[in-house]
Structure formats: C-alpha cells, structure tokens
C-alpha cells in the first residue's frame, strides 16, 4: 500500500521524500501543488519493500484532496517544523483526521524536521515524542538538508507495516507495499 505524506506547508515534508528517493536536498524547492507520487525500494530483512509515495501539499486550499490519498495508504508520515510551534499543533490536527477517517490500522510515523535548525528550535522533543507515544506512532525527529535519520525514518515504518495478504480481487493491489525475495546478490544487515 502506499505510503502517504502530511503535514502543515513549508515544513520541508518534500525534502524529506526527496532526500529518501533520490538522496539529495534541494534548498530551492517548489511548494506541492495538489500531490506528487514517487516510489523506492528498499531491504528490509529477506524482503523487498517497495515505497509508493503520495507527497500531498500542505496550503489549506489542498486539505480537501487528501483524504483520497491517505484512505488507501499502509503508512502516514505527518510531519512538523521543529522551529515552528504552530506546525506541531497543526500535525495534531492530522493526525485527529487520521485516526478518524484513515484506514483503521495505519502506522502513523511522526518526523519533526529540520533538526540542522536546533538553535531556534520551538517544539521540544521530549513533548512531540511523549505526543507520539500517546498515540502510538513511530517518533523520529530529521534533518532532510543534513541526511538524519530519513533512511531510518522509512525503515521503521517498513518494519510495522504488516505483510500483505495475497487476494486477487483487490482492485488497487498494484498500490499495495510490495513484499518480493532480494536478488541473491544483495542481503540486508
């Protein structure tokens, strides 16, 4: 299933999925407009985990669209500014519509970003992690422009995502998190 991405605008959710797909950080990155849809694949044990990734926009005007993406998603990652107090109060926010209108067992993956910006920091960790864990989602705080802890930030959502079940009837099976063998050339550590 694929993986889908929220948060409040300009809190660097783009960077995060760019810095994960493409390794690399743009400092002049475009707004989101409406969603974007970008995939990667990565080890996870003896498996293959294949990311489908919506990166929804964050302007208000776009709020309506993202329940289409997130609906049919395995995994959320809402993100927060750590500079930006009132990006954390909009994460609850989401993450209020989440448990409410997403699928009942979404992982839930919360990345406060833009640690490399810790001196003008405004939400402290210990409450966005005691926030997380009230809930209980996955807690990571990120610095897309500094590459920490964005590989790990997918890797422990790959590990709660349940393994899929094989039906043929699923209409949106090609959307599903893809669970394949590695190439015996490559293992995981």
Known sequence: Q??????????GKSSIVCR?????????????????????????????HKFLIWDTAGQERFHSLAPMYYRGSAAAV????????????????WVKELKEHGPEHIVVAIAGNKTDLGDIREVPTKEAKDFAESISAIFMETSARNAVNIEELF?????????????????HESFKLTRQPPPSSKRCC
């Open 155 to 171: 890797q422990k959502i790959s590990r709660q995502i349940p393994p899929l079940e094989n039906t043929d009837a699923d209409s």
């Open 20 to 48: 994960f797909v493409q390794d690399h950080f743009d400092h002049n990155i475009s707004p989101t407009i409406g969603a974007s849809f970008l995939t990667k694949t990565v080890p996870c044990g003896n498996e293959l």
């Open 78 to 93: 809402v993100v927060y500014d750590i500079t930006k107090l009132d990006s954390f109060q909009t994460l609850k926010k």
């Open 2 to 11: 694929p993986v889908t991405d929220l948060k409040d605008t300009g809190v």
